[in-house]
C-alpha cells in the first residue's frame, strides 16, 4: 500500500500508531483480574493520567492508586506527539492574556517554566532516556498575517513583564534555519524536545516504583459513584475507589456530562527520512530547535533524535463524536502536509517522507486545558489541552494532586481550575457548528499572506 511519497510508512509496517511507538515498546502489563480497592483510580495512561499518578504517590506515599490503561500506557496522543514540551497553555500568548489577563496569563507562563524544568529534573534523576534536548523554539511567520500575530505575541509578552519571547528578524531566522520564506519571528527560550513514547515509558515504570498498581488492557466501562465510594468497572474486574481521575483526553467524550464541553480534534505529522550531512547543511538549523509557524492551525517542525524531520499540523479535522481509528491515516492529509514540506524546504526536494500517522486530541472552545469535578470530591476530570499537552499535562499533574487532596494551593487558583469550561451548542448543532469553524479556520490560514480584517473578526467570534 502506498501512503505518502510512495513508501509503506515504517509505523504501520510496525504496527505501531506511531514512529515513536514503534521504535521501542515497554513489557505489557497484565490487565486488572478481580476486585481491588484503591484511595485514587486513575483511568487513562497518557501523560496526565500518569504525570497525576506519580505526583499524587510522592505526595501520598500511604495512598493506594491504581491506573487503568484501555490498552497501553502512550497509546493515545501522548505516544504520537511531536514531542514540542512548550510553556504554552492553550492557543498562544496573546490569546491566554486577552481570556485570563496578563496577571494570571503571566503566572501561568511561570508554572509552565517551572513546570519544563521538573520535567528535565526528573528525566535525569529517574535515568528515563528520551532524547531530551533544549534547544527554544522558534515561531515564524510566513505572510503579512502572521507577521501581526509574531507582534502580538511580543506585544501580550510584554503586557505580562516577560522578558523570554525574543523578536528575531528574518535574517536572523534565516540563521537559524534556511527556510527562505520566513518574514519574521520569536525565539522562546525554555521550549524543550523530547521522544514522547520514551518519556510515557518512564513515567510508568517511575509511577510503578512509587507504589501505583498499574493494569494495562483494562477498558474502563463504567465510572459509578454510589456513598462514599465510586465503583470503576472493567471487563476483566471493578475497582471500589474513593476518588477517581478521568484522564482519558478524548476518549473522554464517552462520558455524558463532559459532551456538552468537548470535541474531538485530529491532529496529524509526517516524517522525513534520516537526512545525510549534506542534506543537513542545506538547510542549517544548527540549534536544532523546535519550530512552529503563525497559522491559526499552525504547522510545527522539529529534528528527531534519529536524524529525521518530524513536519506535522495543518489540517485538524474538529469532529463532535468521539476519535475514531480510521481517521489516525488520512492519505488525503499527508499529502497537504508534503505539499507544505517541500513548499518550506525546496532545498530538501530529494529527501522522501516515510511515515505519517495521526491520532486524536480533547479540544475545548477556550483551548484552555480544565481539571473540574464531575462529582464533588470524588470523580475529578482532567483535560482539554487542545493539541498542547505535552508540557501543560506535567503542571496538571500537580494541580489533579492538590484537588485530589483537598487542598487549596496556587495551584488550584490557576485558570485551569478556576475558568469554567465553554459548552458547546446542544448534540445535533455540534457537527455543523464544528465543520462550519473548521472550513474558516482552513479558509484564514489559507488567505493569511496578507491583512485581512474580516479574519480578525471571524477569529474573535470562533473564540
Ligand atoms: C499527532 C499529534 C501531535 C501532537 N503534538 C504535540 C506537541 O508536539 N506538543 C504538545 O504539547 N502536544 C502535542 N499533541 C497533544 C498531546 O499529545 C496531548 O495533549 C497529550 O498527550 C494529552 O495527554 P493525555 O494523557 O491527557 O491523553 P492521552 O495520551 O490521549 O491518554 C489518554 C489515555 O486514556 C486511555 N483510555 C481511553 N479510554 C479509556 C478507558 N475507557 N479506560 C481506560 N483507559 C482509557 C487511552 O488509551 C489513552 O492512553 C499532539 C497530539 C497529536 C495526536
Redesign the pocket.
Known sequence: MRDIAGVQPLSKAAGAPSHWLARGRAVPLPPLDGSQSADVAV????????WSAIRLAEAAPKARIVL????Y??????????????TMVGRNLHDLVRKVGPTQARTLHLEMVAALGEIQRFCADEGIECGLSHPGMLTVSNGQEQDLRIRQDLEAARRCGLTDFKPVSAGECRELVAAERVRLGHLEEHALLLD?AALVRGLRDAALRRGVLVFEG????KISPSGSRVGVETPGGRVDAGQVLV?????AR?VPRLRRYLFTVC???TLTAPLSAAQWARVGWKRRMGIEDKRVMPH?HRPTPDGRILW?GRDAPLLAGPPDPARDRDRRIFARLEESFRWTFPQLSDLPLEDA?????SGTVSCIPHAGWLDQGRVLY??G?S???????ALMGKVVRDLLLGRDTPLTRLPLVTRPLTPLPPGPLQGPMLSAAQGVLQALDDRSGSPNPLAHLALRLLQ
Open positions: 483511568v487513562g495512561g497518557g501523560f496526565t493520567g500518569l487503568l490503561e484501555s490498552r500506557a502512550g497509546f493515545g496522543a501522548s505516544g504520537r506527539n511531536g514531542g514540542f514540551a512548550m514522547p483494562s477498558p474502563v466501562t484522564a482519558t483526553n478524548a476518549y464517552s491532529a496529524y505529522v510545527f506535522g500517522w495521526g491520532g486524536p486530541v482532567a483535560l489541552y493539541g498542547h499537552g505535552v508540557g501543560p499535562s
